[in-house]
């Protein structure tokens, strides 16, 4: 979907409201989120129980694919083959056709990372976003450079966990979806 803006279906309600059954007992003192419907709405429904107030933020957005968005993997590699190669390799460089840069997508990110990384380790933030920019910032706050983005699978709807301490970030809990059992039937 990339910057798309599309809502939540209805499958993704049930799944945001078991991800907030799932965080109901967890203390959360920030909420960042993507101003994008689908992340926002859930940070909301996230919300709602925690009585927290929602932070919007722009520079959590998904990368803009421009004109790949809405496209199968099959059309862009028909469409824009030098995309798929580069991106098939790797390459950090690439830039959308229409869209961003992922470079700059990548450095976005990374800023709002190092927000993250100036809390303290008792302060609690929950980060509702996209796959793009969570793979990013588990990278940069685990300082695993970039190049390592697509080697982490993000669900929809899914947990993270990095607590930190005095030793630096500790990834304590990654992709959880058990909670979404109940949602697919």
């Known amino acids: 979907w990339g910057q798309t803006d599309v809502k939540l279906s209805a499958l993704g309600l049930r799944q945001a409201e078991s991800l907030s059954n799932l965080l109901a007992t967890q203390r959360i003192d920030t909420i960042y989120a993507s101003d994008l419907k689908r992340a926002l709405v859930t940070a909301q429904v996230i919300a709602s129980r925690q009585r ?10 998904e990368a803009n694919f421009g004109e790949l968005e809405g496209l199968t993997f099959a059309e862009i590699d028909q469409r824009y083959p030098e995309v798929t190669k580069s991106w098939l390799a790797g390459r950090l460089d690439i830039t959308y056709p229409g869209g961003e840069n992922l470079s700059a997508f990548i450095e976005r990110t990374s800023s709002f990372a ?3 990384k100036q809390l303290s380790p ?3 933030a929950l980060v509702v976003a996209h796959g793009g920019p969570l793979r990013i910032m588990l990278c940069h706050l685990l300082d695993f450079g970039p190049e390592h983005w697509w080697q982490l699978q993000i669900d929809l709807a899914s947990c993270s966990v990095v607590n930190t301490d005095s030793r630096g970030p500790v990834l304590r809990l ?10 697919i039937l």
């Not at 927290?52 to 957005?61: A, N």
């Open 122 to 124: 008792e302060q609690t």
């Open 114 to 116: 190092n927000r993250i």
């Open 52 to 61: 927290v107030e929602v932070i919007t933020c722009p520079e959590l957005r």
């Open 174 to 183: 990654f992709n959880h979806t058990a909670h979404l059992e109940e949602t």
